[in-house]
């Protein structure tokens, strides 16, 4: 039975068993190596598929299960028991990088390149961030020129997550003027001419997740590939953004959820001073604000998720839920490494890997601040 009910379904709690287990099965006997070696095998993605945790969100006649907003939030919380954000971000790189084609893209960009990325067969990867400038969406530079049948693109990008071993990329380009009339998106190939990576970006954390700086040297790039109308990438882009953000807040709650379960199980464990941690007052009341903040930011992300699941406009809410999330994140995860001590600070314990990965949450996405700026607009001040 579920525990927030009146979110979540029969269906809903069915397939999270089932993803339960894949992660209990696939993940977790090996999800330390993988963090060591900064990546993981290729095959999970396909074994992800066949689980059916690929295809949540996206439609049938793709190969998806239809839009279920709380179908994939319980996707996410149990890829996230994992213990690693980098390995729930890479193997759902997808999640960022498909809906452009889906929603915007011609029905071949939709077979050649959704069909076999749901499938598991292709990975997919998000590329709009650049060296010189992050969230500055408006003020990207790499430049898509249009030659015949062809866009010839030069430029670079950093931080996109699978950018290593990603199969493409789907590229915010500039082929118009300056500002946000003049971006597109384009679907670029890995192994096209012109294409290459700098070495895997060594992070603070999401280690299991390959990140690169992805670089194009007069690629000539199909004008087919191109995602929507030309210039009217930016409303593309900003769109896909909900979703991450509200991704991004349920990642945030389950490394504060997972937080708290390794500390109440620490604070039941560990003794000192003649007593188990539990019983001493101060930590006891550590705990008890740690799971009230926990449960307020859940309850309101969920919230936000049955407005937006609903179709209700919810920019604001969802900004507001990114950032409550990873400001409880935040706390939680810095409490969780006070009660564990010493051994909070180990690479062996859950919790300082917690500690790390968090830190993303509340840049990726959009940062804190920009998300303030956002509500702060809908506010009409």
Do not use: C
Request: net charge negative; hydrophobic share 40%.
């Amino acid at each position: 039975m579920s525990l927030y009910p009146s979110y979540f379904n029969e269906t809903h709690e069915i397939a999270r068993h089932s993803a339960r287990q894949f992660v209990t099965r696939e993940v977790l006997p090996h999800i330390n190596d993988w963090e060591e070696a900064g990546t993981f095998p290729r095959e999970i993605y396909e074994k992800a598929a066949n689980a059916g945790l690929l295809g949540v969100g996206y439609p049938e006649a793709l190969g998806g299960t239809g839009e279920d907003i709380f179908l994939k939030i319980a996707m996410t919380e149990e890829i996230m028991r994992s213990g690693s954000g980098g390995f729930a971000a890479s193997l759902g790189s997808l999640d960022i990088a498909l809906p452009p084609i889906v929603k915007w893209g011609s029905d071949d960009l939709r077979q050649r390149y959704a069909v076999p990325t749901l499938q598991g067969k292709m990975i997919a990867a998000l590329a709009i961030t650049e060296p010189s400038g992050g969230s500055d969406v408006a003020g990207l530079k790499t430049r898509a020129e249009r030659v015949g049948d062809d866009y010839v693109v030069n430029g670079s990008k950093i931080y996109i997550t699978s950018g290593i071993r990603a199969d493409f990329y789907v590229t915010a380009v500039r082929t118009g003027g300056p500002g946000y009339a003049g971006i597109s998106l384009l679907v670029i190939d890995r192994n096209a001419p012109g294409v290459s990576t700098g070495k895997p970006l060594r992070k603070m954390g999401w280690w299991a997740s390959d990140t690169a700086e992805v670089f194009f040297d007069d690629v000539k790039v199909p004008a087919s590939n191109l995602i929507g109308s030309e210039n009217a990438g930016f409303l593309l882009i900003m769109s896909n953004f909900q979703m991450e953000r509200l991704n991004l807040s349920i990642m945030a709650n389950m490394t504060s959820t997972l937080a708290l379960e390794e500390s109440l199980r620490w604070a039941k464990e560990r003794e000192a001073f003649g007593k188990h941690l539990g019983r001493m007052p101060i930590i006891r009341h550590k705990l008890a604000d740690m799971a009230t903040r926990l449960e307020a930011s859940r309850e309101f992300t969920y919230r936000v998720a049955a407005r937006m699941s609903e179709g209700i406009p919810s920019l604001k809410e969802v900004s507001m839920a990114k950032n409550f999330a990873t400001q409880v994140s935040d706390f939680v995860t810095t409490e969780a490494v006070q009660i564990f001590g010493g051994m909070g600070y180990m690479r062996e314990s859950l919790v300082e890997r917690l500690y790390r990965d968090n830190r993303i949450l509340s840049i990726g996405g959009g940062t804190y601040e920009i998300m303030n700026e956002v509500i702060a607009k809908q506010l009409d001040l």
